[in-house]
């Protein structure tokens, strides 16, 4: 399934990271698609006027807000940064179950089991910490008294920054919420042309757009044609597949959305090192997890 290349900001468009005021927000800050007005200098600092024509939910508002901003936050002019080496490093506790991936949607949730997975939506599969410098590995070791194993990740999705991540987690939290509807309505007995029919009546354009300013910043795009598709057969193989089993409990899981899109665009993780995004909370991971994989609840 490929995804299509094509232009996605207007050339007066920008994309700008604003920070939330939302109370019990998934983050602290969300990317917009913002309409460039001017840009002056006021104090010796280079500012811009805005209108902001996207809201967190990724939908275009009616009547755009007017702001404006250093040039700092505008991330579309940040240049794209690559990542070596392409691993990262697994920290575990039970020596049973050395390398175990996480983050497995438990099917017998009956209670929006895809949105209850996972608080940051980055996954499900192996999670870990990026080094830059080895020799912080030993120090790390002993301060947390685990068994520590390297994961390779060659074709890992690099993300850029804080705000890169907080779009990676509003995309597919979205994402998730949205599917766990679709879910609701769908049995054993739905072809995958009725999902397709009945994700085609429900809009995803939003989806669209989220997933496009996370992809921005690797310049990349997607259409709505090929995000239907992998939505639809995300939710037929969630009907459909029981190939999935726990490794401690035997329940039936299933792998969260991002994995469907990350690896149908050619991703076999991510990876991360900013202080945000690669830490014990987050973290990199890599989707070629193991034979031991576990499902999960998210953290409140």
């Given at each position: 399934?490929?995804?299509?290349?094509?232009?996605?900001?207007?050339?007066?468009?920008?994309?700008?990271?604003?920070?939330?005021?939302?109370?019990?927000?998934?983050?602290?800050?969300?990317?917009?698609?913002?309409?460039?007005?001017?840009?002056?200098?006021?104090?010796d600092r280079l500012l811009f006027e805005l209108q902001v024509l996207t809201d967190i939910d990724g939908d275009f508002v009616a009547i755009p807000e007017t702001i404006v901003i250093n040039g700092d936050v505008i991330v579309s002019?940040?240049?794209?940064?690559?990542?070596?080496?392409?691993?990262?490093?697994?920290?575990?506790?039970?020596?049973?179950?050395?390398?175990?991936?996480?983050?497995?949607?438990?099917?017998?949730?009956?209670?929006?089991?895809?949105?209850?997975?996972?608080?940051?939506?980055?996954?499900?599969?192996?999670?870990?910490?990026?080094?830059?410098?080895?020799?912080?590995?030993?120090?790390?070791?002993?301060?947390?008294?685990?068994?520590?194993?390297?994961?390779?990740?060659?074709?890992?999705?690099?993300?850029?920054?804080?705000?890169?991540?907080?779009?990676?987690?509003?995309?597919?939290?979205?994402?998730?919420?949205?599917?766990?509807?679709?879910?609701?309505?769908?049995?054993?007995?739905?072809?995958?042309?009725?999902?397709?029919?009945?994700?085609?009546?429900?809009?995803?354009?939003?989806?669209?757009?989220?997933?496009?300013?996370?992809?921005?910043?690797?310049?990349?795009?997607?259409?709505?044609?090929?995000?239907?598709?992998?939505?639809?057969?995300?939710?037929?193989?969630?009907?459909?597949?029981?190939?999935?089993?726990?490794?401690?409990?035997?329940?039936?899981?299933?792998?969260?959305?991002?994995?469907?899109?990350?690896?149908?665009?050619?991703?076999?993780?991510?990876?991360?090192?900013?202080?945000?995004?690669?830490?014990?909370?987050?973290?990199?991971?890599?989707?070629?997890?193991?034979?031991?994989?576990?499902?999960?609840?998210?953290?409140?």
């Open positions: 399934m490929d995804a299509v290349s094509t232009h996605f900001l207007n050339y007066n468009e920008c994309l700008v990271y604003i920070k939330t005021s939302q109370p019990f927000a998934d983050v602290t800050g969300a990317t917009h698609i913002a309409r460039v007005i001017r840009s002056f200098i006021e104090d002019n940040r240049s794209w940064r690559d990542m070596e080496p392409r691993l990262f490093y697994h920290f575990s506790e039970n020596i049973n179950y050395p390398v175990s991936g996480t983050r497995f949607v438990i099917k017998n949730n009956l209670n929006q089991p895809l949105e209850s997975t996972t608080r940051s939506g980055l996954g499900s599969g192996v999670y870990g910490i990026y080094l830059l410098n080895e020799s912080n590995l030993s120090s790390l070791v002993t301060e947390s008294n685990q068994l520590v194993y390297p994961i390779e990740c060659p074709d890992a999705y690099i993300v850029q920054d804080q705000e890169h991540g907080e779009s990676i987690t509003i995309a597919s939290l979205h994402t998730n919420r949205y599917l766990d509807r679709i879910i609701m309505g769908v049995s054993k007995e739905t072809t995958i042309d009725e999902i397709a029919s009945l994700i085609h009546m429900n809009s995803i354009t939003n989806l669209v757009t989220l997933w496009n300013i996370v992809l921005y910043r690797t310049q990349e795009y997607i259409s709505q044609t090929w995000l239907e598709d992998v939505l639809a057969s995300y939710v037929f193989k969630y009907i459909q597949d029981a190939s999935l089993v726990d490794s401690i409990n035997g329940e039936i899981i299933q792998e969260l959305p991002i994995n469907d899109i990350m690896s149908n665009l050619g991703y076999d993780g991510l990876l991360a090192d900013d202080a945000y995004n690669n830490g014990w909370d987050r973290g990199c991971v890599s989707y070629r997890y193991g034979s031991i994989i576990q499902g999960s609840n998210a953290r409140y």
